[in-house]
């Protein structure tokens, strides 16, 4: 008779995910299914709605990275009016999504990453959190985190007038430019995130890379996959996260494909399992091949990581060292090492820092040219970005009048759901094998595979508790014999 | 205490406006701000999305916090309400971020960074079970629709008392 293992985050809040690991006779893992239920009905909710609405409305969705559809959904709002935007309102997006990137990874870096690191795998799951970091490292650099999060986010609110909920982009352009002394307001504090992010790169260095057993961890064990990877990349090959193209790069760093927004549905298909509400997105010309690793599967990775694997080097001089140098310490480009992420989260935000600075040189950043009314209504538009969380895209049709009659979002996370997928079963196989009981360590290794990911069910589907509450229950011959807990 | 005593409270409703019956915190501090006005020493954010380390940004510099959101437990029966404080704090539907903490690690943090945050007693959520945060509409279920008058009047009628020094946690 088969035993299950259920690892169940709903017991505080109903209606969420549980993963479900099924065991073999003699006690290996032959099986793991994570399961969430999705969020129904945006498409219907929009549809028959002006299409300019469609930014402001999809800041709804999701309170984690409402920038990030903002952004998305004006791109593709504005190939609904023919495309023309003032140059200079690109240059603000970009400007401001650049401050929505740092805060973010800035957050996770620190409130969810770092303890793995800094208190180790093993720590006490109450002081696993953002207080036991500061308590080891000290009050001076929680503050340090505190004030450059804050003003990262003030940065985006004086660029766009808010920092969530955004109303900020119009069809066309910006609804607002960027004065003068604003400029001068957000420059210093730029200045000073670049610095965080230098401070933040040797703090991964001193902590992480100084400990031999966090790199093995990195580099070996259950902790890679061999499935491809996507990310937004500019003309020249460097991680772009407002705009270009999409490139899609395998593990052993040739080239699968290249697509503009507009050719996505030519790439990207959507899998359906009868277990889950959420898709599994695969490379559309290869078929869906299953939940398989290796060099001709269909399956891709869409984060930070996989967006440097994608890339041949940075946009910007000091990323591109920290991008080098992340990259000869884990054992080349690409790579397939998923805690890896957390280091390539630090390189992007010091592109993110760069980028802002080099906006701040541009004597047409203060620019008053920050919108071009649009004139027509063409009916279709794609929009790609970079979300925090992987390539996110929103694709909308409207009629002559401008009303919305499709919308079709492929976000971040869902991306990723079958790496996740997989990566949960190759730490569950690690950890539970004939002969060895599970224990309570299962709990954090398979959170740690998903925190590399930083998933967003916000918009995938639903919100997860914060701090993601796990129960583990081991049936045997049809009885509980064993039961982990974790925040509930 | 009212506010006259120079206390601030920040009341905060939480929630989805566009997600069925995740936006039940919202109507309820737009409740709230109506029948309140304005009155000194109170603001109020009708409508909040953001969780975890963002939302100690909102309530640095506030002696009080008051937050309406839903919540969803096991067996519950929408419509019902649930009243914690920074000591007893359940994780209700929009106080959690998955992708930084908790509301009370968010506090005890700014407390050690210097920050003025409200002690736990003075942190007062008021959390409504409820049967739909998976559609997505701007109307309330059925279920809670017919509930809503009748907890709409017990919530603000709790908040009201608590902001005139009369309710539980008010202290002083």
Redesign the interface.
């Known amino acids: 008779m088969s035993r299950k293992i259920s690892i169940d985050p709903i017991?505080?809040?109903?209606?969420h995910g549980k993963i479900e690991i099924y065991l073999t006779d003699d006690g290996a893992v032959e099986e793991t299914f994570f399961q969430i239920?999705?969020?129904?009905?945006?498409e219907?909710?929009v549809v028959g709605r002006p299409i300019e609405e469609l930014p402001r409305?999809v800041t709804?969705?999701c309170?984690?990275c409402?920038a990030s559809h903002h952004m998305a959904s004006a791109k593709a709002v504005d190939g609904c009016f023919g495309g023309e935007v003032a140059p200079l309102a690109h240059k603000l997006r970009d400007m401001y999504y650049q401050a929505h990137f740092i805060h973010?990874h800035l957050?996770?870096f620190y409130?969810?990453a770092a303890p793995d690191f800094v208190l180790g795998p093993d720590a006490d799951p109450s002081t696993r959190?953002?207080?036991g970091v500061?308590h080891k490292v000290g009050?001076e650099i929680?503050?340090a985190v505190?004030d450059a999060?804050?003003k990262a986010?003030e940065i985006q609110r004086i660029i766009g007038g808010r920092n969530?909920?955004d109303i900020w982009c119009l069809p066309g352009g910006v609804a607002k430019g960027l004065k003068p002394e604003e400029l001068e307001t957000i420059k210093p504090w730029i200045d000073g995130l670049y610095e965080f992010t230098q401070f933040s790169l040797q703090l991964f260095r001193d902590v992480v890379l100084a400990d031999p057993a966090y790199v093995d961890l990195i580099l070996h064990g259950p902790y890679t996959l061999d499935v491809h990877n996507m990310g937004v990349v500019d003309r020249d090959n460097a991680p772009n996260f407002y705009d270009g193209e999409v490139r899609v790069v395998d593990f052993d760093g040739d080239e699968i494909c290249r697509y503009s927004a507009e050719q996505y549905a030519d790439h990207v298909a959507e899998h359906v399992e009868s277990w889950t509400y959420l898709k599994f997105p695969y490379l559309k010309q290869r078929g869906w091949k299953g939940f398989v690793e290796g060099i001709d599967t269909s399956l891709y990775c869409a984060t930070p990581l996989a967006r440097l694997n994608v890339a041949d080097r940075m946009a910007t001089p000091r990323a591109t060292e920290a991008f080098e140098e992340m990259f000869a310490t884990i054992g080349g480009h690409p790579s397939r090492a998923i805690l890896a992420n957390h280091w390539a989260r630090l390189v992007e935000m010091v592109q993110n820092a760069e980028t802002l600075q080099m906006y701040c040189a541009d004597p047409e950043i203060t620019g008053t040219e920050v919108r071009v009314v649009p004139q027509h209504v063409t009916g279709e538009g794609f929009g790609i970005i970079e979300a925090m969380r992987g390539t996110l895209t929103h694709h909308y049709t409207c009629d002559e009048k401008a009303i919305c009659t499709s919308a079709n979002l492929i976000v971040g996370t869902t991306n990723n759901n079958a790496p996740i997928q997989m990566v949960t079963k190759k730490v569950a196989s690690s950890l539970i094998k004939p002969g060895t009981e599970p224990d309570q360590g299962i709990l954090n290794m398979i959170e740690m595979a998903f925190r590399a990911f930083?998933?967003?069910?916000?918009c995938a589907t639903?919100?997860?508790?914060?701090?993601?509450p796990l129960e583990v229950r081991v049936h045997r011959s049809g009885e509980i014999t064993h039961t982990f807990k974790r925040h509930c | 205490m009212t506010a006259q005593d120079g206390r601030r409270t920040l009341v905060v409703g939480m929630g989805n406006p566009i997600l069925s019956d995740d936006a039940v915190g919202i109507r309820l501090a737009r409740d709230i701000a109506a029948r309140l006005g304005a009155r000194d020493g109170v603001d109020v954010i009708e409508e909040c999305c953001v969780g975890g380390l963002n939302l100690l940004d909102l309530v640095a510099g506030y002696d009080r916090l008051v937050v309406l959101d839903s919540i969803k437990t096991r067996d519950g029966r929408p419509g019902t309400w649930y009243r914690f404080d920074g000591r007893s704090l359940r994780e209700t539907m929009n106080l959690a971020n998955v992708h930084d903490t908790n509301l009370a690690t968010a506090l005890e943090l700014g407390r050690q960074m210097g920050h003025h945050v409200p002690d736990d007693d003075e942190n007062h959520i008021f959390a409504v079970e409820i049967a739909d945060n998976m559609n997505f509409s701007e109307e309330l279920s059925p279920q809670l629709r017919e509930a809503y008058p009748g907890l709409a009047e017990e919530i603000l009628a709790e908040v009201e008392d608590l902001l005139s020094g009369r309710g539980e946690g008010a202290g002083g």
């Open positions: 017991t505080r809040l109903e209606g239920p999705e969020l129904r009905g945006f219907r909710f409305i709804r969705i309170g984690v409402p973010s957050a996770h409130a969810l959190n953002i207080l500061v009050l929680g503050g505190i999060r804050g986010q969530t909920q930083d998933p967003c069910y916000s639903h919100s997860l508790p914060g701090e993601l």
